[in-house]
């Protein structure tokens, strides 16, 4: 780090909501490394249209891969609150 950024952290807060783009929106899975194999076939990653088709348990296995680009694929929203602040340590 350069001395201008050593001491300090950049902060975004923020709050809204989004509707997802199934066919751009992927999950990771987070669960237990013994059900990879079994209930899923393999896979670690799926969209959001498979992730619609899980039951609310099996849902708790997956998290949402990357915000970022979710909110760009995103096809509504609303950005309710985007405070960008520089903290000092």
Known sequence: MDTVTKNKRLIVEFSGWIECDPDKTW???IGPMDNINGAFG??????GKEYMTLSKE???DFWLENL???YCDSLDGEL???DIEVDEL
């Not at 393999?42 to 969209?47: C, E, L, N, P, Q």
């Open 68 to 70: 970022g680009e979710t």
């Open 42 to 47: 393999g896979d670690i990653r799926i969209t």
């Open 58 to 60: 099996d849902q708790q």
């Open 27 to 29: 999950f990771q899975y």
């Open 80 to 82: 309710m609150h985007c």
